[in-house]
């Protein structure tokens, strides 16, 4: 590390660094947070981890900011939402560590911790970034383990009690044992049975012959009871329900395998497979952890939304004051200031004149978006032009940050119709599989009984389903998690298919297609740029759309004030600026006499009765919407545009966008009786919508696809949900599903053509049962491993010649 970087974070140093003193020697360090934390360290005595870390520590936080923070979780009140009380009387709580970089981190972060009076245990999952801290509550409390923690240069958010029981983690640990346990297990069988296997070429005595035999059944033996007791409590619970699960046939061969070379064991003759059973087990434990994993990546959005999730607010008193809160402590209509660079702790309207907010992980578009006094704020967004005031309009689990965690449980939870249609098929690939082996078992034993428990075996293991049932859950898991991080919330799997299979897209427009926010396209006067600066002083006095429309297009010009200002209901504003009294409206209440060529949805600027200049305004396209309409029509899929409102604004709007089919004046009852002739003709129909009335068609629809940012009951109706407002999403959404489809076949057909080519085989004699399980899991090996090629390349299809515009029949 050069003099120029900080000794502690490696961040660079400013012109008046301060100093840290470790062991005596003292280090330039980029700020006072960093100086704390490394002068913390060393006064605990743990200054040997700036000798063993691979990495800089990231930036200390500031010892005055993360004190006040600290200071809030001691309140019982917000304490009692993380921490969990044990019946030996301590307390329990689950943080989420920032800055973890390296194993050094680890040893640091648990010795500084150990460290702390009344702290019994601290575990750190440096991968999950997490900390479980067990500590008596009659010694200290959350809050001085948080500020322990910020000391040593860590920021650290205590997570929800309920992460306490986190089944994904129980259910890693517990598959990682039994997989080491299968691994060790068929290393060491491996080893005897080649010891064996050597000595039937060689001289190997009888007693050696009988120790490997033994050896190999005491390291097989737990693999078989331990490693391999999943497919067991599965094979169980299938058999109870009447059906024939995929873990059946795996239950089934293990315990024949196993307890046929026991018996060749005890009576000190013939082949024995312990091996075989390892290996069998070993391999097909491996398939299900990559399976596990892909699962959990799929819910690690989750933990995103936890770790943008605010846990602190500055609530503003009656009097003015400010006090530092838990986001869990705040209430509706509650005023809050958010500083630079933090996040907004609550869903809420700003109240300050304007700012710019970062809402990448909602959106996914990396640029900032501008907001305006009025404008709704999303919890978790971060305030990169501050402080800002805001009123808090929606609090816990009626955030949109708790709605979007949500949506991912629902989709998780639900057993799509292709999945349990594979789930259908593998039961009857079981059932067929069991006889074959029973004919098998016969046949040989007719021709030849010495090998009839082998090639049964082998049948019995190469045929075993497994890549079968993992076909349709492997796809459907990862497109999942790909369709997640990229913005869209797949609410019912099902609608994977029909986004695949559609074949027209019927869009509503206001609200989908277009933004809430007008905006200008044409400024008729002598002197535009004055023209603009006159009228959006006044317009910066209302709330209404048109006048902030003109507010933000006059925000590049020298600002004008606006006096004695008077709003006329539903026609404009009347004020005086730079000594003239003018008004700013509609051109039949401005405009005094004959409006001549003054177009009726002009908005005017008039003096005397006499107007100055017009200004013409339309609705502002979403971002993205011309190149995921481009991109769907170069996909096939037929555009139409079904609107309530007026003629006019349709028609422009398709011009715009380049829709040919276009109806106006629609009700909802029109919208769906349009996608019932659709539906009726053989189409399969997506509909996009956000509003109350959108409602109905979106129910309507094949595959109903709503925007987070509309209505409730619009997203209730949704199959799948685009969050922010970019529809480009949704182009990339349809991509991926149908990719999922083709790797979805691919792993079908391969599974079947697997045990069609083997099967036979096996029958026959040539395939061992170790060679089997090898087979068997590395065809299981290929489904995950193909699966987890969706969204990797997602092709970009090239927009299509835009057709002309016409209007549908009625």
């Avoid at 609530?315 to 500083?339: F, H, N, P, S, Y």
């Avoid at 048109?546 to 600002?559: D, G, S, Y």
Wanted: include cysteine; glycine fraction near 8%; hydrophobic fraction near 50%.
């Amino acid at each position: 590390m050069t003099a120029a970087a900080c000794w502690h974070c490696g961040e660079p140093l400013p012109a008046d660094a301060p100093l840290a003193v470790v062991e005596g020697v003292a280090h330039p360090v980029c700020c006072h947070g960093c100086r704390a934390a490394a002068e913390w360290i060393d006064q605990l005595g743990l200054a040997a981890y700036y000798r063993v870390r691979s990495a800089p520590s990231a930036q200390a936080p500031d010892p005055q900011e993360a004190q006040r923070s600290a200071q809030v979780w001691q309140r019982p009140e917000l304490a009692r939402h993380v921490v969990r009380t044990l019946d030996a009387g301590r307390s329990e709580a689950l943080l989420l560590v920032d800055g973890i970089r390296c194993a050094a981190c680890v040893w640091l972060i648990e010795r500084a911790l150990g460290a702390a009076p009344g702290v019994v245990s601290v575990q750190v999952n440096a991968a999950a970034q997490r900390a479980r801290v067990l500590w008596e509550p009659a010694r200290t409390d959350l809050g001085a383990i948080l500020a322990a923690l910020a000391h040593t240069g860590y920021r650290a958010l205590p997570l929800d009690a309920a992460s306490l029981d986190d089944a994904r983690r129980r259910e890693a640990h517990a598959a990682l044992k039994r997989l080491v346990v299968a691994g060790f297990g068929a290393m060491q069988a491996m080893m005897y049975a080649s010891a064996l296997y050597l000595g039937a070429f060689t001289t190997m005595d009888a007693a050696t012959r009988e120790a490997m035999r033994w050896l190999g059944l005491l390291v097989a033996t737990p693999v078989v009871f331990y490693s391999a007791q999943p497919f067991f409590a599965g094979a169980w619970r299938a058999l109870r329900a009447r059906r024939l699960g995929m873990d059946v046939p795996v239950a089934l061969a293990v315990a024949l395998i196993y307890a046929a070379s026991v018996v060749e064991a005890l009576r000190g003759s013939g082949e024995v497979y312990f091996d075989s059973v390892s290996m069998f087990v070993f391999f097909l434990l491996v398939g299900r952890h990559l399976e596990m994993r892909a699962r959990h990546r799929a819910a690690g959005l989750v933990d995103a939304m936890a770790r943008v999730a605010p846990a602190y607010a500055e609530r503003l008193r009656a009097d003015g004051t400010i006090e530092r809160i838990g986001a869990l402590e705040l209430a509706c209509g509650e005023r809050v200031q958010v500083a630079e660079g933090e996040r907004v702790p609550a869903d809420a309207v700003l109240e300050s004149a304007a700012c710019r907010v970062d809402e990448s992980l909602l959106s996914g578009e990396s640029a900032p978006v501008s907001k305006t006094r009025g404008d709704a704020l999303t919890g978790g967004s971060v305030v990169l032009e501050g402080p800002v005031l805001a009123r808090v309009t929606r609090v816990g689990a009626d955030t949109a940050l708790a709605a979007i965690a949500a949506l991912v449980a629902r989709a998780q939870s639900e057993r799509p119709r292709l999945a349990r249609a594979g789930e259908r098929a593998a039961a009857a690939f079981v059932a067929r599989v069991l006889a074959l082996a029973t004919l098998c078992a016969l046949g040989w034993s007719v021709v030849d009984p010495a090998r009839a428990l082998t090639a049964t075996l082998a049948v019995l293991v190469v045929s075993c389903p497994c890549a079968f049932a993992l076909a349709v859950p492997a796809a459907l898991t990862r497109a999942l998690a790909v369709l997640a991080a990229r913005g869209v919330f797949v609410v019912h799997t099902d609608a994977i298919e029909g986004l695949a299979r559609a074949t027209h897209a019927v869009f509503d427009k206001t609200g989908t297609l277009t933004a809430a926010e007008l905006e200008l396209v044409q400024v008729q006067a002598a002197d535009r740029d004055a023209a603009l600066a006159t009228g959006a002083a006044l317009a910066r006095t209302s709330h209404h759309p048109v006048a902030q429309a003109l507010a933000r297009a006059a925000q590049h010009l020298p600002l004008r004030t606006a006096s004695e200002v008077r709003a006329a209901a539903g026609s404009g504003i009347e004020g005086v600026v730079d000594g003239r009294r003018l008004r700013l409206g509609q051109p039949r209440w401005a405009i005094d006499g004959d409006l001549g060529a003054v177009d009726d949805d002009a908005v005017v600027l008039a003096q005397d009765g006499r107007p100055v200049a017009t200004f013409a305004l339309r609705e502002r396209l979403r971002p993205g919407a011309r190149a995921a309409l481009d991109a769907l029509r170069a996909d096939g899929v037929a555009i139409e545009l079904a609107s309530g409102d007026a003629q006019a604004r349709v028609e422009a709007l398709a011009q715009r966008l380049g829709v040919a089919v276009w109806r106006a004046r629609q009700s909802p009852e029109a919208k769906l009786e349009r996608l019932r002739t659709l539906r009726a003709g053989g189409a399969c129909v997506v509909a996009v919508g956000d509003g109350i009335n959108d409602a109905p068609v979106l129910a309507g629809a094949d595959v109903a696809i709503a925007l987070a940012c509309g209505s409730e009951l619009a997203r209730a109706s949704g199959d799948i949900v685009l969050d922010g407002a970019h529809l480009a999403a949704l182009a990339q959404a349809r991509a991926v599903a149908r990719q999922t489809m083709t790797v979805l076949r691919q792993n079908q057909r391969w599974a079947l053509a697997y045990n069609l080519a083997v099967v036979p085989l096996g029958a026959l004699g040539f395939v061992p049962p170790w060679l089997a399980a090898i087979g068997m899991s590395a065809s299981s090996l290929v489904v995950i491993l193909n699966a987890l090629r969706i969204g990797r390349t997602v092709p970009t299809p090239a927009p299509p010649a835009t057709p002309a515009p016409r209007r549908a029949a009625a």
